[in-house]
C-alpha cells in the first residue's frame, strides 16, 4: 500500500510541478494567445465529451488502430522471410532503407491521387511510415537468434512453422516489441498529420478548425488529448508486453538480482 | 518678405532632394534638417519602416507592385514583406505587433475580434466581383446531375479550408436554392489539387478561384459550372481586406500613410495590367502568360462597411461566428 502510493507520487510529481510553473507563469498574462490551465481543462470536457467524441475522436483512433495494426501484422512478416532468408535480405535491404527514408507526409499527396482522400489514404500512411521500426527490428532480431538454440532445434527435428512458432519468434520478440514501441508514435503522428490535409474530421483536423477560429485554449486541449492518447497507447504497450516478455522480464530480474 | 519666402523654398526643396538622395543610396537616416521640412509632397521625412504580411497569391502582389513603383516610398513607408502561410497564420503576428500590417480574408478578422484579438481592418483590399463571371465558382463534373445549388445536397464538395468564405457562400447559395446546407460534406483539398480529385471521383464538386477556374471553364466536354456563390450570397463580397492591430491602430498618422498608399498602388496596378503581370508572375512564380491572363478581383482600397457587416451576419447565421464582433472597432475610422 505505501509502496504503491510512494510510486504514484514519483508519477504525478513532475506532471504536477510543471502544471504549477505554468500556471503560476501565465496567471497576468492577457494574450488570449497564451494557453492557462484552468481554461484548458474546463474547455477539454467542452470540447471533446459530446460530438466531437464520435465525429472526430473515434474516427481518429479507428484509423490509427487500423493503420498501426496493418504495419504491425505486415512488418513483422515481411521481417520475418527477409530475416530468415540471405539471399532475400541482401536483394530487399537497399529498397528498404531508401523506401525508410521518405518522409510519409510528403506522400500524402500522391497516395491522395492513387487511393483517393477517404478513410483508405490515411490508414495507408500511417501503415506505410510505422511499418519500418518493425520490419527493421524483426529482421534484427530473427538474426540474432542463438546458434546453439538454432542447431539444437534442427538436431531435435523442428523444421518449417513449429521452428518459426517456438524458436525464432520468442527469441525475437524482445527486439520485435522494441520495433512495436517506436511504431506506435509514428502512428500517432501520421494519424494527426493525415488528417490535415483533405480532411473533414478527425483529431488533426479539428485541432487545425480551432487554430484558425482563434479557438486558442480549445485548440490547446486537442494537443493535449493527443498527449493522452500516446500516454494511454505506451501504457497499453506495456501491459501487453509485460504479458508477452514475461519469460524475458523475469529473467532479466533473474540475472539483476544476482 | 517675398524674398525670404523665395528663399526658404529653394531650402525646403534642396533638403528634400538631399533627403531623398540620402534615402536612395540606403542610409538608414536623413539628416537631422528633414524633421523640419514639411511630410507633404512625400520624401521630405524620413521613412517610416513597416512590415507587412502577404500571402503568396495573385492579388497581393499588388503589395509587391507598389513596393516596386516606390508608390509606398511616396508615402512615406518603408515596406517589408513577410509571407504568410494562411490568413489565419498571419493575425497572430499582427496582433502581437510582429507585422504591422496584414492583407487577408475579412472572415478570418471577424472570427478573431469575435473571439477577443484586438484587430482591425485598415482598408479595402480585393472583392469578389458583383456580376458576370466571377473570379470563383463551384465546378462541377459535365453530365453527372450537378446543376444547380440545391443538387449539392448530400455531395461532397472541396474547399481549400472548412469554415471560411468557400463553404459559408455554398451554404447560403444552396439554402436559397430550397437545399438544406447541413447535408452537404465539405472536404479540405487544396486548390492546385482540387481539379484532380474532381477527375478522381473523390470529391463532387470543386471550389476554385483563377487560374483553376479558367482552366475549367476552357474543357466544357469535362467540367460544368454549377454557379457563383460569392454572388448568390453577397455580392462584390470582400475577398481581402487589410488590418492592423494595437498601437499601430491608434496612430491615425500610420494608418493614414497605409490607407493611401494601398489606395495609389492598387489603382496603379489596376490600370498598368500589362507590369502588374509581371510583378505577379515573379512573386506567385507562375508562368509570365498565365500570370499576364489572369483573371483578376476588382482591387479597391475603399471598403462599404455594409458588406463587413453582411458578412458577419451570414457567418453569425452559419454558426462560423459564435459571436457577433463589434464592428465600429473592428472597422478602423
Redesign the interface.
Known amino acids: 500500500m505505501r509502496r504503491s502510493l510512494i510510486a504514484l507520487a514519483y508519477a504525478l510529481g513532475l506532471p504536477l510541478i510543471l502544471i504549477a510553473i505554468w500556471w503560476i507563469a501565465s496567471l497576468g498574462a492577457t494574450?488570449?494567445?497564451v494557453p492557462k490551465p484552468v481554461p484548458l481543462v474546463t474547455q477539454f470536457f467542452e470540447v471533446w465529451i459530446g460530438d466531437r467524441f464520435f465525429t472526430d475522436v473515434l474516427p481518429s483512433l479507428g484509423r490509427f488502430v487500423a493503420g498501426t495494426a496493418i504495419a504491425i501484422v505486415l512488418g513483422m512478416l515481411i521481417g520475418l522471410g527477409v530475416g530468415l532468408n540471405r539471399g532475400l535480405r541482401a536483394f530487399t535491404e537497399p529498397v528498404f532503407e531508401f523506401f525508410r527514408a521518405i518522409p510519409p507526409p510528403v506522400l500524402i499527396?500522391i497516395f491522395?491521387?492513387v487511393i483517393?482522400?477517404?478513410d483508405d489514404m490515411r490508414i495507408a500512411v500511417i501503415a506505410f511510415g510505422a511499418i519500418w521500426p518493425v520490419i527493421l527490428n524483426t529482421i534484427e532480431g530473427v538474426r540474432a537468434a542463438d546458434e546453439v538454440q538454432t542447431e539444437t532445434s534442427r538436431s531435435y527435428g523442428i523444421h518449417g512453422l513449429s521452428r518459426v512458432r517456438y524458436q525464432v519468434l520468442p527469441s525475437a520478440a524482445p527486439q520485435i516489441l522494441a520495433g512495436v514501441r517506436q511504431s506506435l508514435p509514428i502512428g500517432i503522428i501520421l494519424m494527426v498529420i493525415s488528417e490535415m490535409?483533405?480532411?473533414?474530421s478527425g483529431l488533426g483536423?479539428s485541432i487545425i478548425?480551432l487554430?484558425?477560429?482563434?479557438?486558442?485554449p480549445q485548440m490547446w486541449s486537442g494537443i493535449l488529448l493527443l498527449g493522452l492518447l500516446g500516454f494511454a497507447v505506451s501504457l497499453l504497450f506495456k501491459l501487453v508486453e509485460r504479458r508477452i516478455l514475461r519469460w524475458y522480464h523475469g529473467l532479466k530480474d533473474l540475472q539483476n538480482a544476482s | 518678405m517675398t524674398r525670404t519666402r523665395l528663399f526658404s523654398a529653394v531650402a525646403l526643396t534642396a533638403v528634400g532632394i538631399l533627403s531623398l538622395a540620402a534615402c536612395s543610396s540606403g542610409s538608414p537616416s536623413g539628416p537631422a534638417e528633414t524633421e523640419t521640412a514639411p511630410a507633404e509632397g512625400g520624401g521630405g521625412g524620413e521613412l517610416t519602416p513597416i512590415t507587412v504580411g502577404l500571402l503568396a497569391i495573385a492579388p497581393a502582389a499588388a503589395v509587391q507592385y507598389g513596393i516596386d513603383e516606390g508608390i509606398f516610398e511616396e508615402h512615406g513607408l518603408d515596406v517589408t514583406v513577410q509571407m504568410a502561410q494562411?490568413g489565419?497564420a498571419m493575425?497572430?503576428a499582427v496582433?502581437?505587433g510582429q507585422y504591422h500590417f496584414g492583407v487577408g480574408n475579412p472572415l478570418?478578422v471577424l472570427?478573431?475580434a469575435s473571439?477577443?484579438?484586438d484587430v482591425r481592418i485598415a482598408s479595402g483590399y480585393s472583392f469578389s466581383l458583383d456580376e458576370g463571371e466571377d473570379i470563383n465558382a463551384v465546378v462541377a463534373r459535365a453530365g453527372e446531375g450537378i446543376e444547380s445549388w440545391a443538387d449539392l445536397e448530400g455531395k461532397k464538395v472541396s474547399v481549400n479550408?472548412?469554415?471560411?468564405q468557400g463553404d459559408l457562400t455554398i451554404g447560403e447559395a444552396v439554402e436559397r436554392d430550397g437545399g438544406d446546407p447541413a447535408a452537404v460534406?465539405?472536404?479540405?483539398?487544396?486548390f492546385p489539387?482540387a481539379l484532380?480529385?474532381l477527375d478522381?471521383?473523390?470529391?463532387d464538386a470543386v471550389w476554385i478561384p483563377e487560374p483553376f477556374l479558367s482552366m475549367a471553364v476552357a474543357d466544357p466536354d469535362k467540367y460544368t459550372v454549377v454557379g457563383h456563390p460569392n454572388q448568390e450570397a453577397i455580392p462584390g463580397l470582400p475577398t481581402m481586406v487589410t488590418f492592423t492591430s494595437g498601437a499601430v491602430a491608434e496612430d491615425t498618422e500610420l494608418v493614414e500613410a497605409w490607407r493611401g498608399a494601398v489606395a495609389d498602388t492598387l489603382a496603379a496596378a489596376t490600370d498598368d495590367r500589362e507590369g502588374f503581370g509581371q510583378t505577379i508572375a515573379e512573386f506567385t512564380g507562375m508562368p509570365e502568360a498565365a500570370a499576364a491572363n489572369l483573371r483578376l478581383e476588382r482591387l479597391d482600397a475603399e471598403l462599404d462597411p455594409q458588406l463587413i457587416s453582411d458578412l458577419s451576419d451570414l457567418a453569425q447565421k452559419f454558426a462560423?461566428l459564435e459571436s457577433a464582433p463589434d464592428l465600429d472597432t473592428v472597422i478602423l475610422d
Request: charged share 10%.
Open positions: 494574450s488570449i494567445f499527396p491522395a491521387l483517393g482522400i477517404g490535409l483533405y480532411a473533414s483536423f478548425q487554430q484558425r477560429s482563434f479557438a486558442v | 494562411g489565419a493575425l497572430p496582433s502581437t478570418s472570427t478573431a473571439q477577443g484579438v479550408a472548412v469554415k471560411t460534406e465539405y472536404i479540405e483539398v487544396a489539387d484532380a480529385q478522381g471521383g473523390n470529391v462560423f
